[in-house]
Structure formats: structure tokens, C-alpha cells
């Protein structure tokens, strides 16, 4: 996690009833990742989860911020359809094309003790850009 937005890592931001997801890379597709474990963050923390099973993903938009949104709604489809959750992602992308590895295992509610089920990333406060410190910064609100 990261202490500020000067530094690679995720944290989260107040939105009324839901929660913001924030990621901060080296680059974009770290940012995209970081993104993702600060979502998988709003229901377990990460370091509870074992890297016992992986699921690939990719996606496609011509706007990043798109992408981003797109990334992170593969991410809670595949832990609602799966009844899984992850803690390490892996993102590759070029051009347009987003493929990314994610790695986890299946929900054990006595463990984990998930706080909530994230519905889906949304357009509130989707933003990706680079900043001008030379990071990238990949937030939107993620309803819960």
C-alpha cells in the first residue's frame, strides 16, 4: 500500500455509500494492478489470500480509462462466478489489449471474513493518467 499518491502502491477514497479504488505504478499496467488489489482489499486483506489457483482475464478498449474499468469488473466477475478471491495480478498491456493473470483461491468465509461483495467498478471518478512525477495513477469508485 502506498502512504501517499508519490509512490507506487493502492489505497482507497471515500465515496458516500461505496468505496474508492485507487492504484499508483511505475506504469500503466502497474497501476492497473495496484488498482485491483486495493479492490480485492475492500473485502479481505490481501495478505490472507493463497496463490493456489490461477484465472486469465484479457480486455479491450481504446480509452485506458475504459480499460481500467473494464480490468476491474473481470476482476469481481471472476471472483463472483468463482467464489474466489486473488491477491496477485499480473497485467500486460499493449495497444488496446489488457491480458491479465490473476491468482488466488476460493472463498473460505471463516478466514477471510469478506466485509462485502463489490457489485462492479463504475464511471464515478474513473480517471487514468500519467502524473507529473512520471507515475500512473488508475482510480474509480467501485460500488459495494
Not at 63 to 68: A, Q
Not at 83 to 110: T, Y
Not at 117 to 143: R, Y
Request: with cysteine; hydrophobic share 40%; net charge negative.
Amino acid at each position: 500500500m502506498a502512504d501517499d499518491a508519490g509512490s507506487p502502491g493502492w489505497s482507497h477514497f471515500p465515496h458516500q455509500g461505496d468505496v474508492g479504488v485507487r492504484g499508483i505504478g511505475r506504469s500503466m499496467a502497474e497501476a492497473f494492478e495496484n488498482a485491483a488489489r486495493a479492490l480485492t482489499e475492500v473485502v479481505t486483506p490481501l495478505a490472507s489470500i493463497r496463490s493456489e489457483q490461477s484465472v486469465t482475464v484479457s480486455c479491450r478498449a481504446t480509452d485506458p480509462s475504459i480499460l481500467l474499468l473494464d480490468w476491474l469488473n473481470e476482476v469481481t466477475y471472476a471472483m463472483a462466478t468463482r467464489s474466489m478471491l486473488f491477491g496477485e495480478f499480473h497485467v500486460r498491456i499493449s495497444g488496446d489489449v489488457l491480458k491479465g493473470e490473476m491468482r488466488g483461491e476460493p472463498v473460505d468465509r471463516a478466514r477471510h471474513e469478506p466485509s462485502v461483495e463489490p457489485k462492479g467498478a463504475t464511471l464515478t471518478e474513473l480517471c487514468v493518467k500519467q502524473q507529473p512525477d512520471g507515475l500512473w495513477l488508475a482510480q474509480c469508485v467501485v460500488d459495494v
